[in-house]
């Protein structure tokens, strides 16, 4: 039986669309994320910027000149994952990083090779591009295992296209939450709203939908004991491939308690960590 024929588990081809972050220098993150990370601005305005690859839009900055800074015991945002279609745009990647910002570690992933780093308002970034899934270890319940072996960056840069901005295949491969609770985090967004486990470790947790490797990653390294507030991660996007499966997820949800904003082909739902998630059909 496929994960798209479970009733209780999402689509196969259920993605992340788009993040969210409240912020307040609209302008100086608005330039990060275009310059260093490689996205394309889409839409401005005084308050917001949209940026996406090709005529995609992944990340949403929201200006808030009223929100403080985040407080340390505040749930919310890890990073956001960018993919890039290939070896060649990760080194381009990784020569933007250089040129403009400042790297803070690199990592093969066994499935993945990925660079990490900081915005100027403290949000973490990761852009990385997956091996084929074919190549990914697996355990013999046929979860996806990961690792953190170093990463070449002399032979990544080498490859490099060279390219300012991302690919148009670009898109938004996982989030990573900084969480109060894992058992919490699992309850909501496995237990109820229809992930399944991939892959748990010391206070950190990975899943997904399809057999992904993980398209939400959880920790509680940090000890975050509130729930979010403050700058920074404002909401994150789920796209379902059609309203069936939006009514299907949003079903669970409500009978498990929480309440959903319903909408025509969408509906906003509050996790656990007073996250805002947003459902979508694509």
């Known amino acids: 039986m496929t994960l798209s024929s479970t009733p ?19 302008a100086e993150q608005t330039a990060f994320y275009r310059d260093v990370v490689g996205l394309a601005v889409l839409e401005r305005s005084p308050t917001t ?9 992944l990340l949403v900055l929201e200006r808030d000149d009223d929100v403080p800074v985040r407080p340390e015991t505040s749930a919310g945002l890890y990073h956001n994952a960018f993919r890039v279609p290939s070896r060649p745009a990760l080194g ?4 933007r990083i250089r040129s403009h910002w400042q790297l803070d570690g690199a990592a093969d992933h066994l499935v993945s090779e990925a660079l990490y780093l900081t915005d ?8 990385y591009r997956d091996f084929p899934r074919e190549d990914w270890p697996r355990s013999e319940a046929g ?18 296209t060279g390219a ?12 990573h939450l900084e969480v109060t609770s894992l058992s919490a985090f699992e309850a909501f967004y496995v237990e109820t709203l229809g992930f399944e486990t991939q892959m748990t470790a010391s206070n950190v947790a990975f899943i997904s939908a399809g057999g992904y490797h993980h398209h939400l990653g959880a920790n509680t390294w940090n000890r975050r004991t509130t729930a979010r507030a403050g ?12 309203k069936k499966a939006l009514e299907a997820v949003t079903q669970r949800l409500e009978d498990g308690g929480y309440t959903v904003d319903e909408r025509e082909t969408a509906g906003v739902v509050i996790d656990p960590d007073g996250i805002d998630v947003r459902l979508r059909v694509e």
């Not at 910027?49 to 839009?57: M, Q, R």
């Not at 100027?120 to 852009?127: A, I």
């Not at 300012?164 to 989030?175: C, F, I, N, S, Y």
């Open 143 to 160: 979860r996806v295992q990961m690792g953190t072996d170093p990463l070449d960056l002399s032979q990544l840069a080498a490859d490099s």
């Open 92 to 95: 381009a990647a990784l020569e």
């Open 120 to 127: 100027p308002e403290g949000n973490g970034v990761e852009l």
């Open 231 to 242: 700058r920074g991660l404002a909401w994150i996007e789920l796209c379902l491939p059609d």
């Open 49 to 57: 910027s949209v940026l996406g690859a090709g005529e995609t839009p």
């Open 8 to 26: 209780d588990r999402l689509p196969d081809e259920t993605s992340l669309g788009r993040s969210a972050l409240t912020v307040s220098d609209l």
């Open 164 to 175: 300012e901005t991302v690919p148009a295949a670009t898109d938004l491969g996982h989030v």
